[in-house]
């Protein structure tokens, strides 16, 4: 019989980690998330989201058997920001069981109540500025860096609970060899013309990469701040996720617009680390997955756009078009094959038209639910 309790101890929390590798562990496309990094994440006092929010976690046995879990999030940032009353759910996961989905939401949905939220949205892992999403559509290959994965049958038990579509976010691929690289011959002529504007394009500089976070994070914050769910991260929010990305990064795929002393957009690809992560049993670094990761990196054949940003004022200029080219330009003569942008707003029709053009390929829909409460 289903029953489902708090997380309370570090017992029951390296359960809550664990649940996915024994939910997918037949499935080839699943990619096991690193556990160190997990349980930091979901710790208050390690990762900084908890110094201005709350989560809650549960998880549904059978017997002594886990078979779902979720987390309940109250992010208090979001809601000030917003001017909403949102409580969101994530990190789930879960048997094909509608019971076991309705008493998971059922939980979360009045964990969330009771901190004042009247809507639940989800599935958002700790809050849009991380992994978020269910994935719809493009089952058949494993998720790029820092992008979900579930199973099928998600989608018609959250529907079935009454959750409905909020929005969709979208991942296109880009293959090098099959781009159209119209925007890569002309990236010297569009550079040109920007610098007779006053705008440079170059790459981040990692000798002087603190002072390169600080002004990435005011593009990141002023460019995304009109966008459906955005809340502008904190300095120890950015911070600590510059600081992994750091670890991996490539600089001829991060690249900042400057007009002055002034950053004015950038554009973030980094390594698709997963294909490194498929290979790490239970996302353990011990004894062997260390190795994995540190000799893999070189061997990456793909790579993941994850932020391109331009502040208002600076848009229709043509940066983002020399920010992509360049990109693609910066692979020639490397293992980069392709790679994926994502995610896009459905609804972002300027920059989903810009991958289009350069024969980027809609292959995989990830939607965000919600529901009154």
């Known amino acids: 019989m289903t029953r489902i309790a708090p997380v309370s101890t570090p017992k029951e929390l390296g359960k809550f980690i664990d649940f996915p ?89 009045a964990w969330v109540k009771q901190k004042g939220a009247d809507t639940l949205v989800g599935p958002v892992n700790l809050s849009t500025n991380e992994t978020c999403g269910l994935l719809i559509e493009g089952y058949d290959r494993p998720p790029m860096a820092m992008m979900p994965y579930n199973a099928p049958y998600y989608l018609p038990l959250l529907e079935k609970a009454g959750l409905t579509k909020k929005t969709d976010l979208l ?15 002309m990236i010297d002529a569009l550079e040109e013309r920007l610098k007779r504007s006053g705008i440079t394009i170059r790459q981040v500089n990692l000798k002087d990469f603190k002072n390169e976070v600080v002004k990435i994070r005011e593009v990141y914050n002023k460019a995304w701040d009109k966008n459906l769910g955005f809340v502008p991260t904190t300095e120890a929010e950015f911070d600590y996720l510059a600081k992994d990305l ?7 795929f991060c690249l900042v617009a400057e007009k002055g002393d002034e950053l004015v957009g950038f554009i973030l690809g980094i390594p698709d680390i997963n294909q490194i992560l498929i290979k790490i ?12 990761l540190l000799f893999g990196k070189k061997n990456i054949t793909r790579i993941r756009v994850l932020t391109l940003g331009v502040i208002d004022g600076y848009r229709k200029m043509g940066i983002e078009a020399c920010l992509y080219g360049r990109i693609i330009k910066n692979t020639y003569g490397t293992k980069v094959t392709g790679g994926e942008c994502s995610w896009m707003l459905e609804e972002n029709y300027l920059m989903n038209h810009a991958i289009e053009q350069i024969n980027g390929k809609l292959y995989k829909r990830y939607r965000l639910f919600e529901k009154p409460i």
Not at 281 to 292: A, N, Q, V, Y
């Open 21 to 109: 590798h024994d939910l997918y562990q037949h499935d080839p496309n699943y990619v096991p998330e690193l556990f160190i990094a997990q349980k930091d994440m979901l710790t208050p006092g390690k990762h900084p989201f908890h110094e201005h929010s709350e989560v809650k976690l549960f998880l549904s046995y059978d017997g002594d058997k886990v078979n779902g879990r979720i987390a309940a999030i109250y992010n208090t940032n979001h809601n000030a920001f917003t001017n909403r009353k949102d409580g969101f759910f994530g990190f789930f996961d879960t048997v094909n069981d509608q019971k076991v989905v309705d008493g998971l939401l059922k939980e979360a949905t």
């Open 281 to 292: 049993k239970r996302g353990r670094l011990l004894p062997t997955g260390i190795f994995k």
């Open 246 to 252: 750091k670890m991996i990064l490539d600089p001829k």
């Open 171 to 185: 991942a296109y691929e880009i293959n090098v060899a099959d781009s159209n690289d119209k925007s890569v011959r």
